[in-house]
């Protein structure tokens, strides 16, 4: 069983907590270095990306988070945690960082501008199952990625349709919606398998 970190400075920790346990993960909290030498893996949750990278900071965990994604530790993060894995956003705060290791650019609070939260279709590369029923709050959206990521998932419907909203890096992943908000547990389930060395 691979022990999975949830990042634990703000946002839905408890909801991935759960997805987590119920993917067949044990999970801990993270939040100071020390702790990041205890996992095999680690989710960066939803909530607000400029909220976690100032907490980040004062706990003076960014830095040895860009260590361990640098060398090799497999992450999953939701919406604001794929703003989180970026290498680039747009959009961001003045002097906002971010932990990286995706080289995808991602526009911060793109589909918020024309609607705060929605609900559309979304199809997944490598995911069995049909598509997801995903949620979007305040979400990004993925404007492009590089030579070495993946563009996994794609609103399958709507004005949106098309909009990258999953995107793989090896053993990085991230998602614009939040499947830990509505119990449908394939995207962990891969997360986990990714950690295994399954997938
Ligand atoms: N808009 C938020 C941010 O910039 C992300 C919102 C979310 O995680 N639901 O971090």
């Known amino acids: 069983t691979p022990t999975i970190g949830v990042l634990a400075l703000q946002g ?5 907590t759960h ?5 067949g993960a044990r999970v801990v909290t993270v ?23 100032k907490l980040a900071e004062a706990f003076e965990v960014l830095e040895p988070l860009r260590k361990h994604i640098a060398s090799g530790m497999p992450a999953y993060g939701s919406c604001a945690g ?11 705060v ?13 526009r911060r609070n793109a589909f918020g501008r024309q609607v705060d939260s929605f609900e559309a279709g979304v199809t997944v590369t490598g995911v069995d ?4 029923d995903a949620v979007f709050i305040r979400a990004p959206w993925v404007e492009s990625v590089g030579a070495g990521a993946h563009a996994l998932g794609h609103v399958a419907t709507g004005e949106r349709a098309g909009r ?12 614009s919606f939040h499947p830990e908000l509505t119990g449908d547990t394939r995207i962990h389930r891969l997360f986990v398998d990714m950690v295994k060395g399954h997938a």
């Open 94 to 106: 003045q002097g906002q960082k971010t932990i990286g290791g995706i080289d995808m650019t991602v």
């Open 31 to 53: 939040r100071r270095p020390t702790e990041l030498d205890t996992v095999d893996g680690l989710v960066v949750p939803g909530g607000e990306s400029t909220t976690m990278w």
């Open 82 to 92: 794929m703003i989180m894995l970026a290498d680039r956003i747009e959009d961001g």
């Open 129 to 132: 199952g049909g598509p997801f």
């Open 12 to 16: 839905d920790v408890r909801e991935h």
């Open 164 to 175: 990258i909203v999953a995107v793989r890096q090896g053993a990085l992943l991230a998602t």
């Open 19 to 23: 997805a987590l346990e119920r993917s």
